[in-house]
């Protein structure tokens, strides 16, 4: 975290329920960071899919939505 203060990509803020802790909030500049992050894993995602067939990308979508649900009931179990 300290690291992203200092580069100008996330601001601390004083919680204001409990001033002991400290909120974070992506800066401008982190939001544009994050938003060429987002764009640059798209279209590294659309170029490594290219070649499967919709129907191979669509099977893929269900079951990474299944894994994500598994996951979330997995974690609400522990």
């Known amino acids: 975290v300290k690291s992203l203060d200092e580069a100008g990509l996330v601001v601390r ?3 204001p329920g409990d001033k002991r802790a400290t909120t974070l909030e992506l800066s401008p500049a982190g939001a544009r960071v994050l938003a060429a992050l987002q764009d640059a ?3 590294a995602l659309a170029e490594l899919l ?4 919709d129907d191979d990308r669509v099977l893929l979508a269900r079951l990474l939505d299944r894994l994500a649900l598994d996951i979330a009931r997995f974690s609400e179990d522990s």
């Open 41 to 43: 894993r798209r279209a």
């Open 50 to 53: 290219s070649e499967w067939s």
């Open 13 to 15: 803020r004083a919680d």
